[in-house]
């Protein structure tokens, strides 16, 4: 081989892997292109770039072999032109080692990579154009290389990997009160990690919409009705139930029929389904509610209907118990002389812990029921008009506000505290 010939073949090799190394960073900096792929719309190029961007350890992984290739190649050359053609010239073979290696690294390796870190967009594409068509050839050497990799590693490296066990709640906890002695945590922040713990403990009946917030409407109503409920509805879903509230036969999606020009609504009735009010929330979101569109109705012990629950339900009690506001002042208000203007929807233990007010009345279990609302509502047996009172622990309840079978808003007045003996107020 004559020193032309070896020149040309140097100089090609360098070439291609100057392309290599620059299609090599460029794969690395794929998800850097994001902004440019919206910019590209949906064109080929754009078609491109994200066939690269979903992937790009396939395209990484054939850079690397081709690199590695080139490389040697360029090295078993290069020491054949120096101490070949070149020391027939004169020419000291540590000198022309020197030179040949250092423009293998500048124009192959250093310069390719920082155009490629300038332009990665321009830069893919051009691989691209390299690599896909020797994809055929390269593939299964990538394969058998990645092949023998895990064996060497599972031979050799495993058993001397110590496993990393997970840490316990126990140990997290620890480390929470550790940090919080040392001063890197307040209170506040401590309590928000404490309570971000206490989710995976959530069922859905803690994050469910009572039956009595529900909006029910029984099959045999005629269309007049159906279509005023589900023009104004209380919530998105309409439940359609048979002779009682406990025999669901579907749910209706008033947006979708909004949506659908206000069809006929027996075209727009979902199958219910059901799951047991003690169902952990993370399991239910995981198994039954993959969309917004997916409502979940909780069943009782008895098989009746206990309430309903959506992913936006879940959504605001997760974070609610991560991140707890200071909500109770929203739904409980102050307004002087031992009243309250209470929200319906308030729940029954934010009261007891607020106003330390017993519920416990007669023959109505308060710890079945969630809220101040429809606790009312159990305990007068009927659907109460504005103005009704009645007494619950010593507290005088009145109802403000009702929509439906709701109760919206009522007022609480507690009995006077008795004075303290000891004169301290």
Known sequence: MSLLVA????????????VV?????AIHSARDVEGQL????EGTVARRLRAITANPFAHLHRALLLSA????????????????????????PWISSAVMFLATVLLGD???KF??????????????????PLRGLIDPFTSFADRAADRLLQRFV?????TRLPVTRDEFETVVEMRQEQGLLNADESAMIYEALEIEA?????????RVDLALISSDSDDKKFTALLEKPSSRFVVVHGETPDSVEGIIDTTAWKLASRPAWREMVMQPVFVPETMLVLEALEQHMQTDTQPVLIADEYGGLEGMITRREIADWLLYEAAPWQGEAAEIQELGAGRYLIDGGTRLDDLREELEVNFDEGNIDAGAIDTIGGFVFNLLGHVPKAGERISIGGADIKVRRVVRARILELELRLPPKPADPSGET
Request: some cysteine; overall charge positive.
């Open 110 to 112: 250093m310069a390719p």
């Open 7 to 18: 020149s040309f073949l140097y100089l090609t090799l360098l070439l291609l892997l100057a």
């Open 158 to 162: 495993t058993r001397h990997l110590k």
């Open 202 to 210: 959530l069922t859905v009946r803690d994050c469910m919409v009572p």
């Open 21 to 25: 190394s620059a299609a090599e960073t």
């Open 38 to 41: 919206l910019a590209a719309g």
């Open 115 to 132: 155009f490629a870190a300038r332009a990665p967009s321009m830069v893919l594409l051009g691989s691209l154009r390299l690599l896909n």
């Open 69 to 92: 290739t080139l490389n040697l190649a360029l090295a078993a050359l290069g020491l054949w032109t120096v101490t070949g053609p070149l020391q027939d010239l004169g020419w000291n």
